[in-house]
């Protein structure tokens, strides 16, 4: 009997020190993000490896307000603020892939918001360019990326219906809000050879792929979305 109540309590002892240690190493964390790539992601097709990995070993947890941080990997979007959403982490994974990045492009992202599709971005390509047209969620993303160590990510400012010329022709362009209509100047300010990926729409929103040759851009729409409204900037 005494045995077994040692061994109990050994027992008992070891399992809350794992607990602690996963805690402290952040492996808690990285446990739930290999669950939500598995379950969520690449359960429904996606398969770039370089994607996969890169959705595996960002702390999504700390791009959400602390209030939230136990529905970080969850199944859905959350909300970040000044009715702002983080997107959910297939739609992330799903634009991302459809970028086709293979390290060496110069991207611009419309719509920081958290930080988190610049952070997955920074670990695929060159360089990362993303604008944010809240001033609040500019400041606190350009300073959470910087202390994560995202070095090569810049956030500006400003509205993205503009796209950001003074670093254009951009080899990809992610547009993380839906505008009704795709933005002109993003497509000027899209590279030949280039991809953009963007939701467009009003109530129905479709995810698009454009790509643009030396001759003409094709578009091509993958599935229905629903991304918050790219805000008219004055
Ligand atoms: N990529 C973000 C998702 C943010 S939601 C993330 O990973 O968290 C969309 C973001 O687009 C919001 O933060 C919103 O403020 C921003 N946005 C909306 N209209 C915009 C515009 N015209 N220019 C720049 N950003 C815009």
């Known amino acids: 009997m005494k045995v077994l109540r040692l061994w109990l ?3 008992i002892i070891s399992a809350s020190s794992v607990g602690e240690c996963l ?3 952040g492996g808690e964390w990285q446990l739930l993000a290999e669950k939500m790539v598995q379950s969520q992601i690449e359960k429904r097709g996606v398969s770039d490896t370089r994607v996969l990995t890169a959705m595996r070993t960002t702390p999504r947890h700390l791009f959400v307000p602390i209030s939230k941080r136990d529905m970080a990997y969850r199944d859905g979007p959350l909300p970040i603020g000044y009715d702002q959403t983080i997107s959910q982490p297939y739609i992330v994974a799903l634009m991302t892939e459809l970028l ?3 390290g060496s492009e110069k991207v611009l992202e419309i719509g920081t918001g958290s930080g988190y599709q610049a952070a997955i971005l920074s670990q695929l390509a060159e360089s990362v360019y993303s604008m944010e047209i809240v001033e609040p969620l500019a400041k606190s993303s350009t300073e959470l990326l910087k202390k994560l160590g995202y070095e090569n990510v810049q956030v500006r400012y400003g509205d993205g ?3 950001w010329p003074e670093h254009a022709p951009f080899d990809r362009i992610i547009v993380t809000a839906a505008p009704e209509e795709i933005p002109q100047d993003l497509v000027e300010q899209l590279a030949i050879g280039g991809r953009m990926v963007l939701p467009v729409g009003k109530h129905y929103q479709e995810l698009v792929v454009l ?6 851009v094709t578009r091509k729409d993958i599935i229905p979305v629903r991304f918050v409204p790219m805000i008219k900037g004055k």
């Open 9 to 11: 309590s050994l027992l």
């Open 23 to 25: 805690a402290q190493t």
């Open 100 to 102: 086709e990045l293979t």
């Open 161 to 163: 219906y503009k796209g």
């Open 211 to 216: 790509t643009k040759n030396a001759r003409k």
